[in-house]
């Protein structure tokens, strides 16, 4: 049996460990995986933490093999402020995120994972649901009625895209 709850940061580890999992098949790693998974951890414990910014739900089989039960799969959620508007419109938007399910638990939790992650959107009167499908995914999405939007532009930077933290203001 697969059950969905929301993440707690003491999962964060197993998180991490998807995430690795997920990005390092993706495009090659350029850290080991022990210090992404302490790193990435760490950011994940802050996020899931602090639930104003990001919201993480988990996928848990609790296969007999499993008793107290394994983190097999989540989807992430960034909420998106907007500046206030003195009209009725929407003030956040989302961000979809990280969805990812171990490949030998695929075959519909996906599709769970991603309608609570919706749902919980629709609940909290969001404006629009936005994402960057991998290719194997469009048909997933496009199924939930996301689409190429004509409205939305973003555009791709050049500068240097890994890792980068931002840099300590030096105090004079
Ligand atoms: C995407 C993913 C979470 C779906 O999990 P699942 O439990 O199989 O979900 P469902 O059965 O509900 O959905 C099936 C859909 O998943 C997508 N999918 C299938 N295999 C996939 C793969 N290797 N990579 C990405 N997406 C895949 C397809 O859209 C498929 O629909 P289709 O059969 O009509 O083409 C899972 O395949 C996965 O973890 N893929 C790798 C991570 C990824 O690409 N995530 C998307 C992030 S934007």
Not at 60 to 78: E, F, K, L, R
Request: net charge positive.
């Amino acid at each position: 049996m697969i059950a969905l709850r929301r993440a707690r940061p003491a999962g964060a580890r197993v998180l991490a460990t998807l995430r690795y999992e997920f990005r390092g098949n993706h495009a090659p790693p350029t850290e080991t995986a022990a210090g992404f998974v302490r790193r990435c951890a760490a950011w994940m414990r802050r996020a899931l933490r602090d639930s104003s910014r990001w919201r993480c739900w988990v996928a848990v089989s609790h296969a007999p093999d499993m008793p107290g039960g394994a983190i097999v799969g989540h989807v992430w959620v960034a909420i998106i402020d907007k500046v206030p508007n003195p009209g009725e419109e929407a003030e956040h938007h989302a961000y979809i995120t990280n969805l990812y399910v171990q490949p030998e638990f695929r075959g519909g939790i996906g599709q769970r994972l991603l309608t609570t992650a919706i749902d919980w959107c629709e609940s909290q009167g969001i404006g629009s649901v936005i994402l960057w499908p991998t290719d194997g995914s469009r048909s997933l999405y496009a199924r939930n009625g996301f689409n190429v939007s004509g409205e939305l532009w973003d555009r791709h930077l050049t500068g240097p895209q890994v890792n980068v933290r931002p840099r300590r203001r030096v105090r004079r």
